[in-house]
């Protein structure tokens, strides 16, 4: 399942660091926003989801912080592994409707 | 796994040809959603059912069509098949009663020679 490649943004960082992830959404009427990790060979797996009437949201080592001002998404992982490894693609679903519209993705690579 | 299953994982046909994308939602999801996700278009939201009704429609060509089931699976029509229409095919599916995550299924990899 490889995800848009050629031109995909890579972020590398070693093990143990944390990582941030940006995006940029393009619709000011999106009010649910979801992030998904894609390994290859495989479908988008869910990460966390935010509703536009927080501004940050915590998991298990990940958080989600959403800036509506300047339309601006961000996903940090903390103490990254290597099975952290894939690609990371936020989304966007604009009010009343359920469909999500994906961004181009960022490929994080983590190193020893 | 995330409960959604789709078949055939990999597909190989000719230009001009007609093909069909089965999925099979998770247990209890109402909706059904159809993704491409190609190298140079990144993951676009084709279709919704919801229920055996379509619910919202995106980027879909004319030559695609779909449809859902009563036992909910759904299946995705490709016809008149072009080189481009290569890509993978996801199927997603959660419980349509407001927004919450979709689950993906494995995709189908189309190859159009």
């Known amino acids: 399942g490889e995800s848009v490649g050629l031109h995909l943004p890579t972020l590398s960082v070693q093990e143990g660091d944390n990582s941030i992830i940006n995006c940029a959404y393009s619709?000011?009427?999106?009010?649910?926003f979801i992030w998904y990790k894609q390994e290859s060979g495989k479908g988008p797996q869910f990460i966390i989801d935010i509703r536009s009437n927080m501004d940050k949201r915590q998991g298990q080592r990940v958080t989600v912080l959403l800036n509506k001002t300047v339309k601006h998404l961000s996903l940090q992982i903390a103490a990254t592994q290597p099975g952290d490894s894939a690609v990371y693609f936020c989304?966007?679903?604009?009010?009343?409707?359920?469909?999500?519209?994906f961004g181009t993705g960022t490929r994080l690579q983590v190193f020893p | 796994d995330s409960g959604v299953t789709q078949t055939p994982k990999h597909l190989i046909t000719a230009t001009g040809q007609r093909v069909t994308l089965r999925c099979s939602p998770r247990s209890g999801d109402l909706s059904v959603y159809w993704y491409q996700q190609s190298l140079d278009q990144g993951l676009q939201f084709l279709i919704q059912?919801?229920?055996?009704?379509?619910?919202a429609k995106g980027n879909i060509l004319e030559r695609f069509s779909a449809q859902q089931f009563p036992d909910l699976h759904s299946e995705l029509n490709l016809s008149s098949l072009e080189l481009g229409d290569s890509a993978l095919y996801f199927c997603a599916s959660n419980g349509g009663q407001g927004r919450s995550e979709q689950f993906f299924g494995p995709g189908t990899r189309l190859t159009v020679l």
């Open positions: 619709n000011s009427a999106s009010d649910y």
């Open positions: 059912y919801y229920n055996g009704e379509e619910r």
């Open positions: 989304a966007e679903s604009p009010h009343n409707t359920d469909k999500l519209i």
